[in-house]
T-cell receptor
Framework: KNQVEQSPQSLIILEGKNCTLQ??????????LRWYKQDTGRGPVSLTI?????NTKSNGRYTATLDADTKQSSLHITASQLSDSASYIC???????????????FGGGTRLMVKP | EAGVAQSPRYKIIEKRQSVAFWCNPI?????LYWYQQILGQGPKLLIQ????????DSQLPKDRFSAERLKGVDSTLKIQPAKLEDSAVYLC????????????FGNGTRLTVT
């Protein structure tokens, strides 16, 4: 069964600090891994998408890494801001066809709170 | 570009009543998805359309949920009759039919069943 586990479930950090969120997956065959940011009351917004051959990808202060051998990914947030307070969801796509939706496995998310 | 539009934003109904949600995807996106997100959890796929055909509805509770995308553009999701456990946010998303294409989500409809 395809699964995506995220840790920690929740995290509180002070503004300006860095943090790292973890994602472990058992999805086969692996196609790509995505990180989404979901603000309270809004839909998720894509941060990064990484394929098997990519082991790091950045989007501003967000840097995602992927280790396909250990089936782990991390999302590193640098110099956190109050606006980073949100849920971060790891999503893994399985399969080799073009139907992205029915092969997507969502993690439960990490709820990040950045305090002043 | 305009994003995925959903309405209504909020809906409160009593159990056993019916409710419908509407979604207008990003122009040109052939693939449309409906997700259910219970508080504190990740989204769960209910149904996926490609144009006006159903690709996957294996997790749709078909005894009470139905969805359609008649002209391959906008879509409606209906619940009849609603149960207390249907209280959740219903998210619509759309994407291009290209592998590695990101999903674009609407802001969802928050349903409360009392």
């Amino acid at each position: 069964k395809n699964q995506v586990e995220q840790s920690p479930q929740s995290l509180i950090i002070l503004e300006g600090k860095n943090c790292t969120l973890q994602c472990n997956y058992t999805v086969s065959p692996f196609s790509n891994l995505r990180w989404y940011k979901q603000d309270t009351g809004r839909g998720p917004v894509s941060l990064t998408i990484m394929t098997f051959s990519e082991n790091t990808k950045s989007n501003g202060r967000y840097t995602a890494t992927l280790d396909a051998d250990t089936k782990q990914s991390s999302l590193h947030i640098t110099a956190s801001q109050l606006s980073d307070s949100a849920s971060y969801i790891c999503v893994v796509s399985a399969g080799t066809n073009n139907n992205a939706g029915n092969m997507l496995t969502f993690g439960g998310g990490t709820r990040l709170m950045v305090k002043p | 570009e305009a994003g995925v539009a959903q309405s209504p934003r909020y809906k409160i109904i009593e159990k056993r009543q019916s409710v419908a949600f509407w979604c207008n995807p990003i122009s040109g996106h052939a693939t449309l998805y409906w997700y259910q997100q219970i508080l504190g959890q990740g989204p769960k796929l209910l149904i996926q359309f490609q144009n006006n055909g159903v690709v996957d509805d294996s997790q749709l509770p078909k005894d009470r949920f139905s969805a359609e995308r008649l002209k391959g553009v906008d879509s409606t999701l209906k619940i009849q009759p609603a149960k207390l456990e249907d209280s959740a946010v219903y998210l619509c998303a759309s994407s291009l039919v290209v592998n590695n294409s990101p999903l674009h989500f609407g802001n969802g409809t928050r349903l409360t069943v009392t």
